[in-house]
């Protein structure tokens, strides 16, 4: 009797998607994957449903803002350059001003292996498909996606906000959202309820002295 093969590779990997993606190996039984944005329907079926890969599970999904982080954008370009592959050039095409990762987290517990997958967006459009038609669990992922970083899914059954209320500005794990926020909750003593208000943070004007630094006047 044959026994059955499960390790995965990277080589293998590769050869079961020849044309678009870039996978590395990154551990023990785990993989990262690179590939374009258009193609991410396409990938994960043939992971869900392919014989050598059987990713039946989508553990998670999650991004990632990479605004103001010259390392990352180093990274990008170096990639986007590197020894003028074709596939690089797919990964990142309508990328040029690239700001947005979105990881997809996929196990197979057939041959006990995870596979990152990751995929890039531009900062002007962040949209990309959604993959609810496959897995049932990236409803919620995408949701969550959407609500803190403002990525949109096409086609997903139930686009909403998940964690912040409704009503809520901006998207808070943007790199560009201000720390306080645009809005403030507080009890109206006139309403005798909780109201929503624009954020005021304000501060008397005090002189400033290294010796007494909350003093509020001067001597």
Request: net charge neutral; aromatic share 12%; charged share 20%.
């Amino acid at each position: 009797m044959a026994t059955f093969n499960t390790q995965l590779s990277a080589q293998a990997l590769e050869r079961t998607l020849p044309s678009w993606a870039i996978v590395t190996s990154v551990g023990d039984n785990i993989f990262m994957m690179q590939i374009p944005h258009t193609k991410l329907i396409p990938t994960l079926t043939v992971l869900k449903n392919h014989t050598l890969t059987q990713c039946k599970t989508m553990v998670d999904i999650t991004a990632t803002d990479w605004l103001g982080r010259p390392e990352d954008n180093f990274s990008i370009n170096n990639m986007k350059s590197w020894k003028n592959d074709l596939r690089i050039s797919r990964i990142f095409e309508n990328t040029s001003d690239t700001r947005f990762c979105v990881i997809y987290n996929l196990l197979s517990t057939r041959y006990r292996s995870r596979i990152i997958v990751k995929t890039f967006l531009p900062k002007d459009s962040p949209t990309i498909e959604s993959c609810t038609s496959l897995f049932n669990s990236a409803n919620w992922w995408e949701r969550e996606a959407w609500d803190m970083y403002g990525i949109t899914f096409t086609n997903h059954p139930d686009l909403r906000r998940l964690l912040t209320d409704y009503g809520f500005q901006g998207y808070p794990l943007r790199k560009d959202f201000p720390l306080t926020g645009y809005t403030e909750t507080r009890y109206d003593e006139n309403a005798k309820r909780v109201v929503l208000d624009s954020l005021d943070l304000p501060q008397e004007f005090r002189y400033f002295d290294i010796s007494t630094p909350w003093s509020t006047s001067s001597d």
